[in-house]
Each structure stands twice: as structure tokens, then as C-alpha cells.
């Protein structure tokens, strides 16, 4: 099993940068592949980014690509997800999510999810 906690969330102003932390526990870890997704108010959740187990393969979605930057420290048992140039439209809560197999943008190829942590963008 795998459980994780997010953390780094805030309120940035336009332009601004986060890098959000999801630390991860159990031995499973440096075997997941890894996901962050974010749901915006009154929104559905929506696929972000992902890296493989070995950090060989990252997958972003095109309303994040070029700004957004996730990374893995199997040693550290921790995913990242750097975030530069935050828009508004970046406001919402990010979850990290775990796969012991290949998932790669659907919601439900994940099988564990931590608790969300809250990124607000002010214009």
C-alpha cells in the first residue's frame, strides 16, 4: 500500500511560482507511477502531470506544459510538481496519486490518493 500527504499550497499572485510536495509511504513508492491532478471549484478532477517509476517518462497536459515541472527522489520517498508562471486559472485543490502499474491521465488507473492540498492564484 501507499499512503501520501500533499503539502506546499498557498495563495501566489499571478506570475508567481509553487512547488508542491506529496511525500509517500511504504515500500511501493519507488515502484508507483505517480500523478498529480487538481478539481477547481465546481469542476470535475483533471490529469496534470505524471512520472514514471524511474523518472524515464513525464506526461503533462497542455493547459500546464512548459510552466509546470514534476520530478520524484525515490530515496526521499517524495514527488514534486514545480509550478512557474501560475495563472488564475491554476486555482484549485492538487492531488497526488499513486499507481503500481503504468497509469498514465485517467482518474481511475490511480489507486491511492492523498487528501488535496489547496493553490490559489490572485490576479
Known amino acids: 500500500q501507499v499512503q501520501l500527504v500533499e503539502s506546499g499550497g498557498g495563495l501566489v499572485q499571478a506570475g508567481g511560482s509553487l512547488r508542491l510536495s506529496c511525500a509517500a509511504s511504504?515500500?511501493?513508492?519507488?515502484?508507483?507511477?505517480m500523478g498529480w491532478f487538481r478539481q477547481a471549484p465546481g469542476k470535475e478532477r483533471e490529469f496534470v502531470a505524471r512520472?514514471?517509476?524511474?523518472?524515464?517518462?513525464?506526461y503533462y497536459a497542455d493547459s500546464v506544459k512548459g510552466r509546470f515541472t514534476i520530478s520524484r527522489d525515490n530515496a526521499k520517498n517524495t514527488v514534486y510538481l514545480q509550478m512557474n508562471s501560475l495563472k488564475p486559472e491554476d486555482t484549485a485543490v492538487y492531488y497526488c496519486?499513486?499507481?503500481?502499474?503504468?497509469?498514465?491521465?485517467?482518474?481511475?488507473?490511480?489507486?491511492?490518493w492523498g487528501q488535496g492540498t489547496q493553490v490559489t492564484v490572485s490576479s
Open positions: 512520472i514514471s517509476w524511474s523518472s524515464f517518462t513525464t
Open positions: 511504504g515500500r511501493a513508492f519507488s515502484r508507483s507511477t
Open positions: 496519486a499513486a499507481d503500481l502499474g503504468r497509469a498514465g491521465t485517467i482518474l481511475s488507473e490511480y489507486d491511492y
